[in-house]
DNA sequence: ATGCCCCCGGTTCGGGGA
């Protein structure tokens, strides 16, 4: 049997990708991931810093909008088959979903979406309906693409804590759009298709978080949330040989409220 | 407790994030 050729797959939330390029490239040049899934580029697409990412070796795929949201998927392998926007939502403006596939150089697939996803609050306001909608058609779209019977990577800022080990006060949760039942039941509703939460498939350890916020101390306090996940179908997660999460990123002088996620694929 | 902090647009503040 040909030995199989290991893909690093990354997510990673920059909150703007142009007060983030340091770091970003860092990322880049550090951990060095086949592919890598931003969010919240919060520019507009002609604004990406493109040649900087090429310059680092990355092609990059990129959906952006002015101020808010936007993806991005970088990869050193070429970009296929383009999907921009998420299926079934066709009348949004956000945005919040790329989708594409990456083919390795020994001809290993691997079908990879950069989703962000909404956050919610105030859960009394349109901005909570919006969450649960865009859950739903993402779910639609999870279940076309098992039906490719692919290695698939569905990636990015759910804006869900799953469990109550993944947020550091639950209690104070309960109210909050990232951690109501409804929520939790949308991501839950991604499992039962049949994905794997990569970082659930190496561990059951509590507080492995993948954001603080910004405000009250909460990095120094390690009051954080795991709401970045890495989704996996079968067929990906059959290779999964380790999943990371780079809270060094968190460091330094502008860090991004949000770390990378990120998995090694034997493919 | 929705204020703390950070980012954006475009300006000395408001909206948004989570």
New binding site residues.
Partial sequence: MPQGISVRIASW?V??V???LAPLLAFLREAAPDVLCLQ?L???TAAFPRAEIEDAGYNALVHGQ???NGVAILSRRPIEEAVIGLPGMAEDVQSRYLEALVTTETGGVLRIASIYA??G??VDSP?YPYKLAFMTALTARAAELLRLEEATALIG?Y?IIPDARDVYDPPAWTQ?A?FKPESRAAFQRLINLGYIDALRAVSDDPGLYT?W????GAWPKNNG?R?DHLLLSSRAADRLVRVEIAKNMRDGE?PS??VPIYADLDL
């Avoid at 916020?213 to 009250?216: E, K």
């Fill in positions: 939330n909150n703007s142009r007060q983030r919240e919060k520019c507009e002015k101020t808010f909404p956050n609050n105030p901005k800022d804006n909050d990232l954001f916020d910004y405000q009250a949330l709401i502008k409220d949000h």
